[in-house]
């Protein structure tokens, strides 16, 4: 079974007058490509998939699917609040071509630690050999998903990675003591990452590297390579720009940051609408800064 690891990036999607911009998606993808991503997620919470109709996902999916090929691999958001409909997702992104799926944990219903068990069991159950990727984000699912659960699941061979995104040094330690080399834990944290990897983690799962895929990709490279000081100093070097794309919810400042750069229209669905004014200038800067601007 494959596990993935390295820089792995979370892709925003372009809306032009309401519709997909699949022109401007597929520039992002060469962009990626371009700069030597490990990986590319389609339709997860930074291509505002809640907004997207089944139609578009397919569409965005096939788009990755074909220009990664054999370039990176696609882990393709699948998560529902439904586990039937994690079921017929996993499924339905598994015979679109991608190498695995994202799964974040059941939203508003709050499972507890058994019935996530449960959940993500039958899941990996329904798509055997499928990989997946458990996503634990607590500050928008309201569920955490606790070391032991995860220690759990990895009794289902399907289940080879986590994108923990708790911001916890003592979580990253906790699940690699428990799971060891059995389980890929990827930073779901932009300013977490050389922490993160400190700590035994293998890469990340980003927004940052929508914008700055090089710089992300030489980050991580130090750090799995134990360089620990020049993974620290690209940590800081990256951080203005990781404070201003969370200054509104994410995907709003990356977006702006893409229209900066000339890659999007400055459009996206409600109930998510495009940066307040005064975060313009520090996003700008921080773009400036990089080097990421002309």
């Known amino acids: 079974m494959r596990t993935f690891e390295g820089t792995i990036t979370a892709l925003a999607t372009p809306f032009r007058n309401g519709k997909l911009d699949e022109a401007a998606y597929e520039k992002l993808v060469d962009y990626q490509l371009a700069n030597a991503v490990s990986g590319l997620v389609p339709v997860g919470t930074t291509g505002e998939t809640p907004t997207l109709s089944e139609a578009e996902q397919d569409k965005l999916i096939s788009i990755c699917v074909k220009k990664a090929a054999g370039k990176a691999v696609v882990i393709a958001g699948a ?73 759990a699941l990895c009794e289902e061979e399907e289940v080879v990675a986590l994108k923990e995104a708790s911001g916890s040094a003592a979580r990253i330690l906790e699940l690699v003591e428990k799971c060891g080399r059995r389980l890929s834990v990827l930073s779901g944290d932009d300013w977490f990452v050389w922490p993160c990897m400190a700590c035994g983690g293998r890469g990340v799962i980003s927004v940052s590297s929508n914008v700055a895929p090089k710089l992300m990709g030489e980050l991580v490279g130090a750090a799995s390579r134990g360089e620990g000081g020049q993974a620290l100093k690209l940590q800081l070097q990256m951080a203005p720009l990781h404070r201003a794309l969370f200054q509104e919810t994410n995907p709003i400042p990356v977006k702006k940051a893409l229209h900066f750069m000339g890659l999007f229209a400055d459009e996206l669905r409600l109930p998510l609408s495009p940066l307040a004014p005064q975060f313009h200038a520090p996003l700008r800067e921080a773009l400036l800064g990089l080097g990421l601007l002309p």
């Open 79 to 151: 998560g529902s609040y439904s586990t039937e409909k994690t079921v017929l997702n996993v499924k339905r992104v598994r015979d679109l071509g991608a190498d695995g799926a994202l799964v974040v944990t059941p939203y508003y219903n709050r499972p507890t630690q058994r019935c996530l068990i449960e959940h993500y069991k039958a899941v990996a159950q329904a798509n055997r050999g499928f990989p997946l990727v458990v996503y634990n984000v607590p500050g928008r699912t309201g569920v955490d998903i606790a070391p032991d659960t995860m220690k």
